[in-house]
T-cell receptor
Framework: NAGVTQTPKFRVLKTGQSMTLLCAQD?????MYWYRQDPGMGLRLIHY???????AKGEVPDGYNVSRLKKQNFLLGLESAAPSQTSVYFC??????????FGPGTRLTVT | GQQLNQSPQSMFIQEGEDVSMNCTSS?????WLWYKQDPGEGPVLLIA?????ELTSNGRLTAQFGITRKDSFLNISASIPSDVGIYFC?????????????????FGKGTLLTVNP
């Protein structure tokens, strides 16, 4: 039981490049979330999903897209990366909406 | 939107000391969660509280759901070096359902704990 896994762990992008972050959970959770964490800002919700095939915007959705084609996977896409998207990205999942379990994070640098 | 205020922002303590931190909300919460984040890792759920006045322990950690439903407290007894990290409080929203907001957590900005051996 791996819990929540994220790939890649680290990535460096140039401005304008695109990439997809993958989150996978093996706990059969309905709810999945993408957060970004920046110094002094805490955790901010980007997008979330309440079930396979559904997605919704969080607090800071601009510049990101998501897809939940399979219940166990939640993908976060950056179509045209900007330096402001340099951050640590965390995926989380939960059975109910309350107790969320986090992955180890992806450290993204956009130059 | 709702805000969570955590205090203190940081603490420097000696090993063996007890620690207290708290979290206050501008809205009533029906659930309080406490997470710990080790350096370079994702947050890990420590304690979940579901009822006003509830006091729950997890080893040396004790958390309380404030009676006003607008605050929560986390205490760590007899601190050890591995307690170092950032402690976050979180809550899922106001007590009355408001559609989508019940699916989301609001996080405090964290309390950074440093333990000197």
């Amino acid at each position: 039981n791996a819990g929540v896994t994220q790939t890649p762990k680290f990535r460096v992008l140039k401005t304008g490049q695109s990439m997809t972050l993958l989150c996978a959970q093996d706990m059969n959770h309905e709810y999945m979330y993408w957060y970004r964490q920046d110094p002094g800002m805490g955790l901010r919700l980007i997008h979330y999903s309440v079930g396979e095939g559904t997605t919704a915007k969080g607090e800071v959705p601009d510049g990101y897209n998501v897809s939940r084609l399979k219940k166990q996977n939640f993908l976060l896409g950056l179509e045209s990366a900007a330096p402001s998207q340099t951050s640590v990205y965390f995926c989380a999942s939960s059975y109910s909406w309350a107790e969320q379990y986090f992955g180890p994070g992806t450290r993204l640098t956009v130059t | 939107g709702q805000q969570l205020n955590q205090s203190p922002q940081s603490m420097f303590i000696q090993e063996g000391e007890d620690v207290s931190m708290n979290c206050t909300s501008s809205s009533i919460f029906n659930t309080w969660l406490w997470y710990k984040q080790d350096p370079g890792e994702g947050p890990v759920l420590l304690i979940a509280l579901y009822k006003a006045g509830e006091l729950t322990s997890n080893g040396r950690l004790t958390a309380q759901f404030g009676i006003t439903r607008k605050d929560s407290f986390l205490n760590i007894s007899a601190s050890i070096p591995s307690d170092v990290g950032i402690y976050f409080c979180a809550g899922p929203g106001p007590s009355r359902g408001s559609g989508g907001s019940n699916y989301k957590l609001t996080f405090g900005k964290g309390t950074l704990l440093t333990v000197n051996p």
